[in-house]
């Protein structure tokens, strides 16, 4: 975000934070109405550090910004939506469900197939619902720092989180649809100390917009005859745009499990690190001796970004900016986009440019399936290419064996038909046998 | 084996009265609680904002502590301490998007 302000905090909670000067500590500049507004008409420009259009505006030469109508949008302030946190959030990664995977637009008017809670006509949860909001502290989990809340039923004198599913379903969630007592469901709640509720009931993500799985900015800044270049992949969104690179994108997809203790580990800018491919950003903690650790989905998402190969150091490269600042958008100059960023965010830069391959997890949580689409026994419990083939440290009947605990098992099963058939045919034939004696 | 029975029976009967119990439709809980203030009817929110600083100041002077708890708030500092005192938030860390 450093050197890229105005571009960046076109999504903060506040106006005008348009370099590292900003001074937090004045109250005017809060953005009240980003949140509050009620009328859906509230809308932040895109380019305006976080100011939203006072007359029609448009962006990028394309879209169209209507001017806002700040009276009509005070006197209409309430309650936050799905609408109002979907402005920012679901366009994370600078498009409509790009970084996320699980939240995008859809889920505005989402349906019970997509999302069981928010479905529009059904639950119709606000994300507030879980993410439970006390004197404007949102809950959820905060970079290295899980999300508050136990995983069991949320009590009263637990503070008012509500964010876990545990809060709401218990830490035995599956109930007999009819009845007390179904005995299918008893080992499958047996599995909630090891099992995320996501791991089964986020069978694919990326279910309402596509999302972004790969990203190469080696390749931005070619042009046609001096025009830029946007070329379209079948989902929709580009394979190739001059300023952004090479992309891809997928819909549908599966995701990838890993041990997940609630917490994640960062590398941070100014942070040293070798480039032994690829460098991982962002990951989960977790192992499975960790008591606190459950297998949990993820979008893996990889990149191909600036690296300083002389001081070991991940670029930030300024990105935004007019003509003549470094902005890689306006001059299109990798060295000079590094050495503008690099200088603003106070790290050094050597002045060679060169691109690795980057790493980082997101986790699933969103986009919760309906029951009858969660995922079966048998999409794990299999011998090959089962949903949690690469998962290590638990034994996972099915798809682990003991080829001679199989063996005995057998000839346990063999030797069991062979006894049961002497012992009923010897009954039968004698019992014949005395009947005709009487 | 009259014992067998009675719990057989003592079973079926709390079956068959749980099912009785859940009836179709969806939970109520979720409706969000009935406002209790018609913002429209304000004075102070009756006239002709010129910018978005005037609204903010308006919300402020009844919300008189909404200012002080969104400047605590992640979605304001953009910074989060971790552990060992590690500066991350959106204003710290680095991606690949």
Not at chain 1, 111 to 117: A, P, T
Not at chain 2, 4 to 23: D, N, R
Not at chain 2, 25 to 51: C, M, N, Q, R, W
Request: hydrophobic share 35%.
């Amino acid at each position: 975000m450093v050197s890229n302000w105005c571009r960046c905090t076109s999504c903060h909670a506040g106006y005008g934070w348009k370099d590292k000067n900003f001074d937090l500590s004045q109250e005017e500049k809060i953005d009240c109405l980003v949140c509050h507004d009620t009328t859906g008409t509230y809308k932040k420009f895109p380019t305006d550090c976080g100011y939203p259009p006072l007359k029609d505006k448009v962006f990028a030469g394309k879209k169209l910004f209507k001017a806002v109508n700040l009276s009509f949008i005070a006197q209409n302030v309430g309650r936050s939506s799905r609408e109002s946190c979907g402005k920012c959030h679901f366009f994370s990664g600078g498009g409509d469900g790009v970084k996320r995977g699980d939240t995008d637009s859809t889920l505005v008017k989402a349906s019970r197939k997509l999302d069981v809670h928010m479905d529009a006509k059904g639950l119709n949860f606000s994300c507030a619902t879980c993410h439970t909001t006390l004197a404007h502290q949102i809950a959820g989990r905060h970079y290295d720092t899980p999300a508050p809340g136990k995983r069991n039923l949320a009590l009263p004198k637990d503070e008012g989180y509500r964010l876990k599913c545990e809060s709401c379903h218990g830490a035995r969630p599956h109930k007999p649809e009819k009845g007390l007592f179904d005995w299918r469901l008893i080992k499958l709640n047996d599995h909630t100390d090891k099992v995320a509720c996501q791991t089964c009931h986020i069978p694919f993500y990326a279910r309402g917009k596509p999302t972004n799985t790969y990203w190469d900015w080696s390749t931005a800044g070619r042009f046609n005859n001096g025009k830029p270049i946007v070329e379209k992949s079948p989902l929709g969104p580009p394979s190739y745009h001059t300023k952004k690179g090479t992309l891809k994108w997928g819909r549908n997809l599966v995701p990838e499990y890993f041990w997940y203790n609630g917490t994640f580990s960062y590398l941070l800018p100014g942070e040293k690190v070798e480039a032994n491919e690829p460098i991982t950003l962002i990951k989960p903690n977790g192992s499975p001796e960790d008591k606190e650790s459950r297998i949990y989905p993820f979008k893996v998402h990889l990149g191909k970004q600036p690296y300083d190969p002389q001081n070991k150091l991940i670029i930030i490269p300024k990105l935004f900016g007019p003509k003549g600042s470094g902005a890689f958008w306006a001059d299109f100059d990798w060295i000079k986009a590094s050495r503008a960023g690099m200088a603003e965010a106070g790290l050094p830069f050597s002045g060679k440019v060169s691109f690795v391959e980057t790493v980082q997890y997101h986790a699933l949580s969103h986009m919760v399936a309906p029951k009858e689409d969660a995922l079966t026994c048998a999409s794990c419990h299999t011998r090959k290419d089962g949903r949690l083939a690469k998962i290590k440290g638990v034994y996972l009947p099915g798809r682990d064996f003991s080829p001679w605990l199989d063996r005995i098992g057998w000839l346990a099963c063999i030797f069991a038909f062979i006894g049961v058939t002497i012992h009923g045919g010897l009954r039968i034939v004698l019992a014949r046998k005395s009947r005709k004696e009487d | 084996m009259k014992k067998l029975w009675w719990a057989i029976f003592l079973f079926w009967v709390m079956k068959v009265s749980a099912g009785a119990a859940t009836g179709p439709g969806l939970p109520k809980y979720f409706k969000p609680a009935p406002a209790t203030v018609d913002h429209s009817k304000f004075e102070i929110l009756k006239k002709d904002f010129k910018s978005p600083e005037e609204v903010t100041r308006a919300c402020l002077s009844c919300h008189n502590k909404a200012g002080k708890q969104i400047h605590k708030s992640l979605h304001w500092t953009w910074t989060w301490k971790g552990k060992n005192n590690r500066l991350m938030g959106k204003a710290h860390v680095i991606n690949n998007y």
